[in-house]
C-alpha cells in the first residue's frame, strides 16, 4: 500500500532570490480565484432592476442570505462587514470543495487558514482601538480584574490560532482519512482478487462505493461547516470589537 500524505508539493521555482519556491497550494488557490472570479463576472452581467432571468434571481438570493446573515449576527450597523464576511466564505468553501475535481485543497494547508485568521486578527485589533482608543484597548487586557492580564493576553492570541488550526485541521484531517482509505481498499482488493486470479489483482474493485459515501461527509458536510464556522467566528469576533 503506498499512501502520499505529505504537504504541497513544489511545482516549480521563481529564479529570485535563489529560488523562491511556489507550491501546489499557491497553484491551485490562483486556479480557484479565477473560478471565482469569472462566476462574479457571469453572475453580474445584463443585471436589470427587475429579475427576469434565474441567473439574476439566484445572485440576488445569494446577496440578500449573506446580509440577512451578518446583520442578524452583527447588527445593522455592521453589514458594510458582509463583502468581506462572503469573500472569506466563497474562497474556504471553494478551496475545500476543489478535492471533488482531483485538486489538493488549500485549506488544507495551515498557512492558508494561519493567514485568513491573522487578517481577521488584526482587524479586530484595528477596530477596537478605533472605537475605544489606544486607552481603552490596553484596559480592556487588564479588565475585569488586573491579575487576568496574562489571561487576556493568552486568550487574545489563541484567537487566530484556535481559528486556523480548527479549519486546517479538519480539512486535512479528512483528506488524510481518505487517502488512507484508498490505500486501504486498494490492498484489500489486490489481495482478494490475486487469490482468485493475478491479471485481475490489480484491479481496485473494492475502491468503488465506499470512498464515495465518505467523501459525502469530508468534502461536502465538512467543507461547508468549517466555511461556516470561520465565517460565523469572525462576524463574532469583529462585532464585538465594534461595541
Known sequence: MNVDVNGPKIMFRIPVAGGIPVTETIVNMWAIM??????????????????????????????TMLYDLVENTMGKRNLHFAPYIGTLFTISIFGS??????LRPYTADLSVTLAWALVTFMMIQTLTIKNRGVGGWLRGFVEPVPFLLPLNIVSEVASPISMSFRHFGNIAAGMVITSLLYGALAGLSSVVLGLISHTIASIPIFQLGVPAVLSVYFDLFTSFLQAYIISMLTMVYVAGATE
Open 34 to 63: 479565477v473560478v471565482i472570479v469569472a462566476l462574479c463576472i457571469w453572475l453580474s452581467r445584463g443585471l436589470k432592476m427587475r429579475p427576469t432571468s434565474k441567473k439574476q434571481i439566484v445572485a440576488e438570493k445569494l446577496v
Open 97 to 102: 470543495l476543489s478535492s471533488l475535481v482531483g
